[in-house]
């Protein structure tokens, strides 16, 4: 499955983004759709996943709260709505796909799309 991550950009401090995840090659129904983010010189680090159905969403205790992950199996697509943000979520966000069970390794996720940058300004 091949993804696509969307809709990064320039923010300022309490504002709000809205990213977006398309995959393409295959359908996203049967995987756990997670957000990473990764800043230069740091490990990536988990920011939220959701489960295949909707049913089940996770978050980081950096974003919960703020941040919400949500999924449309029909448009193949993974969303990850971000509110209140603050300098510290500037980063590059990815989006990965993985297997039923997955938690919050990224190690655990097999496809992954290109980065989308966020750059949050006080």
């Known amino acids: 499955v091949q993804l696509q991550a969307s809709g990064g950009g320039l923010a300022q401090a309490g504002g709000s983004l809205r990213l977006s995840c398309a995959a393409s090659g295959r359908t996203i129904s049967g995987y756990v759709m997670g957000w990473f983010r990764q800043v230069p010189g740091k490990e990536r680090e988990f920011v939220t996943r959701i489960t295949w159905s909707g049913s089940r969403k996770y978050y980081a205790d950096s974003v919960k709260g703020r941040f919400t992950i949500s999924r449309d199996n029909a448009k193949n697509t993974v969303y990850l709505q971000m509110n209140s943000l603050k300098p510290e979520d500037t980063a590059v966000y990815y989006c990965?796909?993985?297997?039923?069970?997955?938690?919050?390794?990224?190690?655990?996720?097999?496809?992954w799309g290109q980065g989308t940058q966020v750059t949050v300004s006080s």
């Open positions: 990965a796909a993985g297997p039923l069970g997955v938690l919050s390794d990224p190690i655990e996720y097999g496809y």
